[in-house]
């Protein structure tokens, strides 16, 4: 199984990034999936969420109403659409699979990760 995220870079605040996940070697349909965060010195912390049944979407608080989490099972690829970027939002990103979780942020709930791409928000 491979999930490789993109789309990661250096934006202005208040600009806007999308970032991809493509994921191959699992059947990706039937697989929730999330993005997850991480900034130098900080535990790795939840951004959004989307299930593969029905489509619900989940977003922590700090992101809600500027992001937006969308799959596209045809191309196994995972976006989280980033608006309103602030120095607060960098970090490194990474998008995550799992199976059926019962807690979409956690992430002792996911199966596999991707590698991580570098959001970094200049003020």
């Known amino acids: 199984v491979q999930l490789q995220a993109s789309g990661g870079g250096l934006v202005q605040a208040g600009g806007s990034l999308r970032l991809s996940c493509a994921a191959s070697?699992?059947?990706?349909?039937?697989?929730?999936m999330g993005w997850f965060r991480q900034a130098p010195g900080n535990e790795r912390e939840f951004v959004a969420a989307?299930?593969?049944?029905?489509?619900?979407?989940y977003y922590a608080d700090s992101v809600k109403g500027r992001f937006a989490i969308s799959r596209e099972d045809a191309k196994n690829t995972v976006y989280l659409q980033m608006n309103g970027l602030n120095a607060e939002d960098t970090a490194v990103y990474y998008c995550a699979a799992g199976s059926g979780y019962r807690d979409y942020a956690a992430p002792y709930e996911y199966d596999y990760w991707g590698q991580g791409t570098q959001v970094t928000v200049s003020s």
């Open positions: 989307i299930r593969w049944v029905g489509g619900s979407t």
């Open positions: 070697g699992l059947t990706f349909r039937r697989y929730d």
